[in-house]
């Protein structure tokens, strides 16, 4: 049964516009959410986290923000650049949980 | 530089064998993973560890065994058990249970 859930597979921005990627997850229980980017036939690399204690982190050109209530988070990027063209996957766990649960991912193109 | 290292990157198993996928991480983080990613699903957690000499099933960890020797190193093996084990594997560790991951570059298993 999928926890996280990704439900846009793909996503095409304009460079310069914003791009926002969803994610949804079941489990009420969860308090800690990251964000990874993944290029083809490499590992995925860390992006930006957010705790349930807070409903907004920024780093930069991108901010994730996390609504309780609807079991929803949701990654902006502004502007996109062509080189954030990759596989972006959202994460859950519980603090006192051993693992982190991963959507499906959404592949984000930057168009030039 | 610190980081995780997995090989080979790509793999080609002949039905019946089992084969084994190195992970090794010089960051001295305690924690380690396995996940498998497949076409359309998120990342699935085969095993994982948390300290020497002690590691706890995921959620497929059926035809796969791991070991724990060393801190730095956490092999994955793929048995003949294992029923379709053509996918992407990953390996990650963390620095503690449940804190953020660092991810290899993954192993391409093939079945020929």
Redesign the interface.
């Known amino acids: 049964d999928?926890q996280?859930k990704?439900n846009s597979?793909s996503l095409s921005v304009q460079e310069g516009r914003i791009s926002i990627l969803n994610c949804d997850y079941t489990n009420s229980m969860f308090d800690?959410f990251?964000w990874?980017k993944k290029y083809p036939?490499?590992?995925?690399?860390?992006l930006i986290?957010i705790s349930s204690i807070k409903d907004k982190n920024e780093d930069g050109r991108f901010t994730v923000f996390l609504n309780k209530s609807a079991k929803h988070l949701s990654l902006h990027i502004v502007p996109s650049q062509p080189g954030d063209s990759a596989v972006y996957?959202c994460?859950a766990?519980?603090?006192?949980?051993?693992?982190?649960?991963?959507?499906?991912?959404t592949s984000l193109t930057v168009i030039p | 530089d610190g980081g995780?290292t997995?090989s080979p990157?790509y793999l080609f198993r002949k039905e019946g064998q089992n084969v084994t996928l190195s992970c090794e991480q010089n960051l001295n983080h305690d924690a380690m993973?396995w996940?498998r990613q497949d076409p359309?699903?998120?990342?699935?957690?085969i095993y994982?560890s948390?300290i020497v000499n002690d590691f706890?099933k995921?959620d497929i960890a059926e035809g796969y065994s791991v070991s724990r020797e060393k801190k730095e190193s956490f092999p994955l093996t793929v048995t003949s058990a294992q029923k379709n084990p053509t996918a992407f594997y990953?390996c990650?560790s963390s620095i503690e249970?449940?804190y953020?991951?660092?991810?290899?570059?993954?192993t391409?298993l093939t079945v020929v």
């Open positions: 999928q996280v990704q597979p800690y990251l990874y036939a490499e590992g995925p690399t860390f986290s996957f994460a766990s519980r603090y006192t949980g051993n693992q982190f649960y991963f959507g499906t991912g | 995780i997995q990157k993973y996940y359309g699903q998120g990342l699935r957690l994982y948390q706890q995921g990953l990650a249970r449940n953020g991951y660092t991810f290899g570059s993954g391409r």
